[in-house]
């Protein structure tokens, strides 16, 4: 049977219907079987494949678990939906579901992949309350965030590194209560075989090799990746010599940092301040 060529560039939804194809021929299931797994048409799918009709959420995250894309689809659907976002994450975010690592740094704030659902709430509600975001865009930010997730669960679920500088523990969000669930959550994490937590303490001074938050993303053919972030916007680092540099700054963070037996103590110990 002959396909018709899709061309990603072609208008907002002709990559998601590249992507849709793709996933759907590397599980070896039909259009018409697709649409059976998630209780569509085949013709609804050929029309989403072929950009003819925006897909809906429903129907981007029926898929993702039909076919076990670990979120892509669904991640790609708030891409173009979605106004609330700095600009240039959504771009970061339709990588960071596909990456095999996650290798985080984080000033400030408990990173979003590892925050709580309250936590995050609090940290949109704020934002709301200073008028840089709408209640409606609140909301889109925490569907966003609980699509982003989910990869966690993914099987097999990509290995996180997650380091964090001691102010992430110590700056209260949400009050105390929500903190100390935070912390626990940051713990129970910690357990997974996936997942490493290690805390850059104070004390590091001017070791620390990094100023700003830096996420690296390893993807399946073991290139890597590198965002950042400003004020203003977002910024994914393809740069061969550029991400290498970075990569050596977070080796050298991994050594200088506490190690996890240490970190979840001082979590342990924050937490027990707390309540």
């Not at 907002?12 to 797994?37: C, D, H, I, M, Y």
């Not at 979605?82 to 740094?105: C, H, Q, S, V």
């Not at 992949?113 to 925490?142: C, F, K, M, S, W």
């Not at 966690?152 to 903190?179: F, Q, T, Y």
């Amino acid at each position: 049977m002959n396909l018709k060529e899709l061309d990603p560039s072609a208008s907002p939804w002709a990559a998601f219907g590249v992507q849709l194809r793709r996933s759907r021929q590397a599980a070896n299931v039909t259009q018409a079987e697709l649409g059976k797994l998630v209780s569509y048409g085949a013709s609804y799918v050929s029309y989403v494949e072929l950009a003819q009709r925006p897909p809906s959420a429903r129907f981007a995250r029926l898929v993702d678990e039909a076919l076990g894309t670990g979120g892509t689809l669904a991640l790609m659907w708030w891409q173009q939906r979605n106004t609330a976002l700095l600009e240039g994450f959504p771009e970061y975010a339709a990588d960071e579901a596909k990456a095999a690592e996650i290798r985080l740094f984080e000033l400030g704030v408990i990173p979003g992949l590892v925050q709580t659902q309250e936590y995050a709430t609090a940290l949109v509600t704020a934002a709301v309350g200073r008028g840089n975001i709408t209640p409606g865009q609140a909301d889109e930010r925490l569907a966003f965030l609980a699509t982003r997730q989910s990869l966690l669960e993914r099987n097999p679920a990509p290995i996180v590194h997650a380091v964090l500088d001691e102010s992430c523990l110590r700056r209260s969000i949400g009050g105390r209560e929500v903190m100390a669930r935070q912390l626990d959550h940051l713990q129970s994490l910690a357990g997974r075989p996936n997942v490493i937590v290690q805390v850059a303490p104070y004390d590091l001074g001017e070791r620390r090799p990094f100023a700003l938050p830096v996420t690296l993303l390893t993807l399946s053919d073991r290139s890597v990746l590198g965002y950042t972030e400003s004020q203003q916007r977002g910024f994914l680092e393809r740069e061969t010599e550029t991400v290498t540099g970075w990569e050596r700054n977070y080796d050298r963070l991994q050594v200088e940092a506490l190690s996890q037996a240490d970190s979840l103590s001082m979590i342990r110990a924050i937490r027990k301040e707390l309540l």
